[in-house]
């Protein structure tokens, strides 16, 4: 088995190190790893970075994007791994060992398409603010949804059910983690354990815009599958992300 991990990144200067160093420490008994870098033409010593890693990164653009979710698609594209999952620019894996019990979901279940598993929001000095326990599997529609940076799927899920909508700027990944889990119905899984340390100040919630725009492209999203949200979805999302900020 191969999987690919596809970092994305623009003027990552000053994190993108420790995400290279994270992905360098996973053990990989029994998969190949397939590790690519796609950047946004950054104007900083980003690339200089990622050549120091060549012995790591299998594959590596550096090309004007028009969007985080174009250069995931071009990510996706270049991926020939059995099952694929992003690793941020500012996030880094929980352990050494999150992609081996990744692997060990899948290699045991063949019929499996989906792990998915919890995530931390951290700072920048690398202090937990937020944890998102994902739990079971259960409806959107009541204001539950994996967490992306722990969210794997095959590569033949993508090719079936397609990409990143890139016409959903901020809320594109729950687009396709809804097509995916709702609308396909791939069979999946849920690893109990924390996958990424990521930072916070993510596209989706770095300002109440941004978290009003999110919102608004969710229902968005909901309406193009013809599935409607249960009443007062929006406040159920976000009781839930305050509950989860409590634990």
């Known amino acids: 088995m191969k999987i690919s991990i596809i970092t994305v990144s623009y003027n990552s200067e000053k994190t993108i190190k420790d995400t290279f160093e994270s992905v360098r420490s996973q053990r990989r008994n029994g998969f190949d790893l397939e590790y690519i870098h796609i950047d946004g033409l950054s104007n900083d010593a980003t690339m200089s970075i990622s050549r120091e890693y060549d012995d790591l990164i299998t594959k590596r653009i550096s ?91 095959k590569k033949i899920v993508f090719e079936q059910h397609g990409d990143f909508d890139e016409s959903l700027k901020i809320a594109a990944d729950f687009d396709l983690m809804l097509r995916f889990l709702e609308v396909a119905k791939a069979k999946s899984i849920y690893l109990n354990r924390v ?45 839930r992300k305050l509950f989860q900020s409590w634990k």
């Open 195 to 239: 996958c990424v340390n990521m930072k916070l100040g993510g596209e989706s919630n770095r300002n109440i815009k941004n978290i009003l725009s999110a919102n608004i492209q969710i229902i968005q999203s909901f309406r193009k599958y013809s599935i409607k949200p249960q009443l007062f979805y929006t406040y159920r999302r976000l009781f």
């Open 63 to 153: 090309e004007k994007d028009s969007g985080i979710y174009n250069a995931m698609n071009k990510g996706i594209l270049m991926a020939t791994g059995d099952v694929i999952g992003f690793l941020n620019s500012d996030d880094t894996f929980a352990s050494s060992s999150i992609l081996h019990s990744i692997y060990s979901l899948f290699n045991s279940n063949e019929e499996l398409e989906i792990v998915y598993g919890d995530i931390n929001y951290v700072d920048y000095s690398g202090q937990i603010k937020r944890k998102w326990n994902t739990g079971k599997r259960r409806s959107f529609s009541k204001g539950w949804h994996p967490a992306h940076p722990g969210f794997y799927a």
